[in-house]
Structure formats: C-alpha cells, structure tokens
C-alpha cells in the first residue's frame, strides 16, 4: 500500500517536472509544435495521475480537499518529513 | 498567486544526520547564491521587465526556485532532526544552534545572514538578463564545491539534481537574451542606453 503510494507520488512527480522542463523551453520557443504536442501530452498524463493519488490518497493541493468530517490537508506529513 | 503542492520537485530521502553536511548545505538556502536569492531577484525583476517572454521566463524559473529553496531546506532538516547534544558540540554546529535551535534559517555557510544585497533589480532588461546568468553559474559552482566536499549518496543526489537545473536555467535565460538582443532597434544593439531612456518610435 505504502510502496504503491510512493510510486504514483514518484510517477507525478516525473510527469510533473517533465511539464516544467517543457515549460521553460516553451518560454523561449514559443512556436515549437513538437514541444506545443508534448506538453498536451503531459498534461493529460499529470491530470490523470494527480487525480488518481487526490482519490486514493487525499490532496496534495489545498483546493483538492474531499471531507466533509476532518480537515484532512493537516493529517498527512509534509514533504520534508 | 502561487498554489502549494504538497510534494517536493525531487525527492530526498537522508535516513543519516550530519551536522557538517547541513552546515555547508545551508549556504543554498540563504547564502550569497543560494535558492532564496535567486527565486527573489527572479519574481522581483519582473514587474520591470518590458518583453513579454523575458516576463514568462523570469516568472517559472523563479517560481521553481521556490521549489528548490524547499528541496533545500528539507536536506538541512533531515541532516539534522535527531542530532545529539554531543553531536552539535562536535560538529562546531553549536554556533548556529544557539541561536535557531533545529529550525531552518536563510544565513551562508560562514554565518552571514540573508541579504537582499546579493541580488539586484536594476530595472533594465540587458542589465537584469545578464546579472540571472551570472547566478546561475555561480550557483553552479556552488554546488560543485559541495559536491567536492560532501560524498554520502544521499546527499549528493538531489544536490546533482539541483546542479543540472542550474545549466538549464543558465540556457533559458541565454535564449532570452538574444531574444531581446534581437528585438532592439540596430542603434541600440549593443544596449548603449538604458531601456528607461528609450524614446518612442
């Protein structure tokens, strides 16, 4: 369970900074179709994924949160912990 | 306005302290080329700033700056959550715990605190171009000497990460440079006068 959880954050993470490598060299290169595509291509993928581990997981955004009885932004731990 | 997302961009995992180490480390934080400085001249020259993608570009370098400030401060914390009494008196951290205790504070390595004095605004698109590449090759450097002085695994990569956006950011804003350079009218290439004299066409 832990192990699956680690994987998915690991897996956003990677799709997540694909987009902000992309992101600068579209800052630069605005014209660029392939990086235009890629970046559709990613976003799909961050989309589905941050979805996925929001559901299974809880928020890892604080507009994400899905409880009505518990203020659960505060329950799991931070990233440096 | 920024959204926090509550993951780190690269992640750290130190499952050993070191009181050295974090002492070093934490020159990244708040030290004269550290993550701090950067997100800060980043965010702040961009309101002066009159070319759209120089804008955009300032905009999410600084922005993952942020980013990187918290990989950093992370990396100190861990290296330094369980420490001993013993272990701060001999490691020569006792300096910085007198005052911080095991908090995470901007200073550089040799206890000179966090100063808006090692960035500039200047206010003129080629000066403020020019000086974000020069700190992103010191920052560099910087990285590097902590890559020569610091040999635990776990330590070193993230810090090789981090090292490997600095030569991207480096590139960026190269590109933006010439961008700008290439848009300046042919009186005015080699940006003789600052953009605040510029006349109307």
Not at chain 2, 19 to 34: E, R, V
Not at chain 2, 60 to 70: P, R, S, V
Not at chain 2, 76 to 95: C, H, M, W, Y
Request: aromatic content about 12%.
């Amino acid at each position: 369970m832990n192990q699956d959880k680690n994987k998915l954050l690991l897996y956003l993470s990677q799709v997540s900074f694909a987009i902000n490598d992309l992101v600068l060299f579209l800052d630069t290169h605005p014209c660029d179709t392939n990086a235009l595509n890629y970046y559709q291509e990613l976003r799909k993928a961050r989309k589905e994924a941050l979805a996925e581990y929001t559901h299974k997981y809880g928020p890892l955004i604080n507009y994400d949160v899905d409880d009505a009885c518990y203020w659960e932004w505060v329950k799991d731990p931070w990233p440096w912990e | 306005m920024w959204n926090y997302e509550r993951r780190l961009q690269y992640p750290v995992n130190i499952t050993k302290c070191n009181a050295k180490a974090a002492q070093i480390i934490i020159s990244q934080y708040g030290g004269p080329d550290g993550e701090m400085g950067a997100a800060m001249r980043y965010l702040s020259q961009r309101y002066s700033m009159e070319n759209r993608k120089a804008i955009g570009t300032l905009t999410d370098i600084g922005t993952e700056e942020l980013a990187h400030l918290e990989i950093v401060a992370t990396i100190v914390r861990q290296l330094t959550k369980n420490l001993t009494p013993e272990e701060i008196k001999a490691s020569g951290f006792d300096k910085y715990y007198v005052d911080h205790t095991l908090a995470v504070w901007p200073t550089a390595a040799a206890g000179i605190p966090f100063n808006a004095c090692e960035f500039q605004c200047k206010g003129d698109t080629i000066t403020d171009l020019y000086e974000d590449m020069a700190a992103e090759q010191k920052a560099r450097a910087t990285y590097e000497n902590i890559l020569r002085l610091i040999k635990d695994p776990e330590i070193c990569d993230p810090i090789r990460y981090l090292r490997e956006r600095e030569i991207v950011h480096f590139q960026r804003f190269g590109e933006t440079l010439r961008r700008v350079q290439d848009d300046l009218d042919s009186k005015n290439f080699y940006a003789f006068n600052g953009q605040i004299d510029k006349k109307p066409c």
